[in-house]
């Protein structure tokens, strides 16, 4: 009992077996609900899905690992000492002679019936804190504060994967709205080829071009980036611009089939975009470790970060939307009428950098940054109270929460169907073109590909060292040939009549 609280020497073991069971029951309950999640997506052809679900399960195993080093070495970082005066620098709240039993008494008084132990804590933290104090110094991290951020992290990957799974289920949602559009061109004999080759589009009287080069400031610039803009607000994809671009991804892509299920493809590629959206790569770690530095007392770094997500989203829907006009211009610019349906030419360069991929490179970190910002809050007013100086004003509270909810909603309903349908007219196609059976067929085929064309290198490559070792060995000997015929009439010159 020299650590300041009661070992399992001498705690009951009737308590340790209920907790042990409680901690067992829940982490399996989780264990064969994710199980069986996978055994569930792999029985309806869902592999995109499922490889999403095998990245959550990556990220709670990091979680679990990032828990157990806090665990392990908890002791060893608050016997960390640093001098007094480092400890007052760049700190989230002014400090002040009850700041340190304030946070305390909020979280005993809230925990208290759900979590034992807080006291023994308390007083392990104390025993430490003593081995600094007898230095002249103070802990690096208290074990409360390193508790705190424990929970911290394991709230925010909580809340980030919950926030990415709401978002693909609503503007999923979404998005099969418009597999009535689908159907519609797939039950229609007007676009048949013997019909379209006959037919003439009057380019300006078509409704796509209506929608985004007519009107006022269609020659304008600034006033066609200022009506994409406000587009991405109401009626983000029209059934014209669905039908026209689903057309020209055919048209470009796969012209040998007409009635290609444009809408199944988009899920499919959508789905496969998840998993790449529900992980916490490192450099959104990296923007963590930052605010945490950031987070100064007078500098309000929470409330300005609510608008990093925010600016992006509408920088990111305005620019989506821009690419469609794009289309309409070059279509509307160059013909007054073409013979069959209109079709709009896809290209790379419509997007930033030329590469569609920095959408759904953005869209990572809006979801992560947004779901940072929702989770901070939540953490402070449950750890601290809702009045802790880290909290700060309610004028700094209001915009922020206001902020982070129309962000997960814009990005829902109207930025993510947009980037769905978007990002699929760039100059190439991706592998979700193919179905599943497909793919797998062809990654094995070029597997098969690659391995042939090395083993004939190789075999060209041996049958080349051969040959160049023969001519080698024939220069060599013609050489010492000619060494040996050199010798031996320098030998009978030598030897001639004296």
């Known amino acids: 009992m020299a650590g300041g609280g009661t070992t399992l020497e001498f705690t009951p073991t009737w308590v340790v077996a209920c907790v042990c069971t409680i901690i067992v029951a829940i982490s399996l309950a989780v264990e064969r609900i994710l199980h069986f999640t996978g055994k569930y997506l792999k029985k309806k052809n869902q592999k995109p899905l499922f490889e999403a679900l095998q990245k959550v399960k990556e990220e709670l195993m990091l979680l679990g690992f990032i828990s157990l080093l806090l665990t392990v070495f908890q002791d060893r970082i608050s016997k960390f000492c640093i001098s007094e005066s480092l400890a007052h620098?760049?700190?989230?709240?002014?400090?002040?002679?009850?700041?340190?039993?304030?946070?305390?008494?909020?979280?005993?008084s809230f925990f208290l019936p759900f979590v034992s132990g807080t006291g023994r804590r308390l007083l392990a933290e104390g025993s430490n804190s003593d081995y600094c104090t007898k230095k002249g110094e103070v802990p690096l991290l208290s074990i409360t504060a390193l508790h705190h951020l424990h929970i911290f992290i394991f709230v925010l990957a909580i809340v980030h994967v919950t926030f990415c799974a709401l978002t693909i289920v609503f503007g999923g949602a979404k998005i099969r709205q418009w597999k009535h559009w689908e159907d519609s061109i797939s039950n229609d004999k007007s676009h048949e080829d013997e019909v379209v080759k006959s037919k003439v589009t009057h380019v300006h009287e078509h409704a796509?071009?209506?929608?985004?080069?007519?009107?006022?400031?269609?020659?304008?610039?600034?006033?066609?980036?200022?009506?994409?803009?406000?587009?991405?607000?109401?009626?983000?994809?029209?059934?014209?611009?669905y039908i026209t671009l689903r057309?020209?991804?055919?048209?470009?892509?796969?012209?040998?089939?007409?009635?290609?299920?444009?809408?199944?493809?988009?899920?499919?590629?959508?789905?496969?975009?998840?998993?790449?959206?529900?992980?916490?790569?490192?450099?959104?770690?990296?923007?963590?470790?930052?605010?945490?530095?950031?987070?100064?007392?007078?500098?309000?770094?929470?409330?300005?970060?609510?608008?990093?997500?925010?600016?992006?989203l509408l920088a990111v829907g305005t620019k989506l939307e821009h690419v469609i006009a794009q289309l309409a211009h070059e279509v509307a610019e160059k013909h007054v009428a073409v013979e069959g349906e209109l079709i709009v030419q896809p290209?790379?360069?419509?997007?930033?950098?030329?590469?569609?991929?920095?959408?759904?490179f953005l869209i990572h970190i809006i979801l992560f940054q947004n779901a940072f910002e929702i989770a901070f809050f939540f953490w402070i007013w449950v750890q601290y109270g809702f009045d802790s100086c880290i909290m700060g004003q309610v004028c700094y509270i209001i915009p922020r929460l206001v902020i982070g909810v129309f962000i997960q909603i814009l990005c829902s309903y109207s930025t993510l169907p947009l980037y769905a349908i978007v990002t699929q007219m760039g100059s190439s196609f991706k592998k979700s073109i193919f179905d599943e059976h497909?793919?797998?067929?062809?990654?094995?085929?070029?597997?098969?590909?690659?391995?042939?064309?090395?083993?004939?290198?190789?075999?060209?490559?041996?049958?080349?060292g051969i040959q160049l070792g023969e001519k080698v060995r024939q220069r060599e000997s013609a050489?010492?040939?000619?060494?040996a015929v050199i010798e031996s009439s320098s030998i009978s010159e030598s030897e001639g009549p004296k």
């Open 89 to 108: 620098h760049m700190l989230p709240c002014k400090l002040t002679s009850d700041s340190k039993t304030s946070s305390t008494a909020h979280y005993q």
């Open 208 to 241: 796509f071009i209506k929608d985004h080069f007519q009107g006022i400031g269609k020659d304008s610039a600034f006033l066609g980036w200022v009506h994409s803009f406000f587009k991405q607000f109401y009626g983000s994809v029209t059934k014209s611009d």
């Open 247 to 312: 057309l020209g991804f055919i048209m470009t892509h796969c012209r040998g089939n007409p009635r290609f299920n444009f809408h199944k493809y988009m899920i499919r590629a959508l789905e496969a975009d998840f998993k790449r959206v529900v992980g916490i790569s490192w450099y959104l770690w990296l923007f963590v470790v930052i605010f945490l530095l950031l987070n100064v007392d007078g500098w309000h770094t929470y409330f300005w970060i609510a608008f990093i997500p925010f600016i992006l």
């Open 347 to 360: 290209s790379d360069d419509h997007f930033w950098f030329h590469r569609p991929q920095i959408v759904l």
């Open 438 to 464: 497909v793919q797998e067929g062809l990654v094995g085929w070029a597997r098969n590909a690659k391995k042939k064309m090395g083993a004939k290198a190789g075999a060209k490559g041996s049958i080349a």
């Open 479 to 483: 050489m010492e040939e000619g060494k």
